[in-house]
């Protein structure tokens, strides 16, 4: 059994960043593929960047290639999401998830999921 925590989300001006965290309880965090989906206010849930299971790869949305950078520490149990010139559009509930699965960018892949923090965008 793994417990998902987020924190980090807020309020920010277009341009700004803010940086996303996930802590993991339970064991064998490092043994799991982690994962960031977004989901805004009457759309689907969706893919946002996903990292391997000792940081050597990752995986990003076509949206935010370049401006956001998904890293893990397994010391800390803990995966990040630095967003970088945040736009409006990225405005949206993030939730962290994790898999023992190879599908990284499928929701229904992921096993465990975190409660979501907001992430707001002001133009």
């Known amino acids: 059994q793994v417990q998902l925590v987020e924190s980090g989300g807020g309020l920010v001006q277009a341009g700004g960043s803010l940086r996303l965290s996930c802590t993991a309880s339970?064991?064998?965090?490092?043994?799991?593929?982690m994962g960031w989906f977004r989901q805004a206010p009457g759309k689907e849930r969706e893919f946002v960047a996903a990292?391997?299971?000792?940081?050597?790869?990752?995986y990003y949305a076509d949206s935010v290639k370049g401006r956001f950078t998904i890293s893990r520490d397994n010391v800390k149990n803990t995966v990040y999401l630095q967003m970088n010139s945040l736009k409006p559009e990225d405005t949206a509930v993030y939730y962290c998830?994790?898999?023992?699965?190879?599908?990284?960018?499928?929701?229904?892949?992921?096993?465990?999921w975190g409660q979501g923090t907001q992430v707001t965008v002001s133009s």
């Open positions: 339970g064991r064998a965090f490092s043994t799991y593929r």
């Open positions: 990292i391997g299971w000792s940081a050597g790869r990752t």
């Open positions: 998830a994790a898999t023992r699965g190879t599908t990284i960018d499928v929701i229904d892949k992921y096993e465990y």
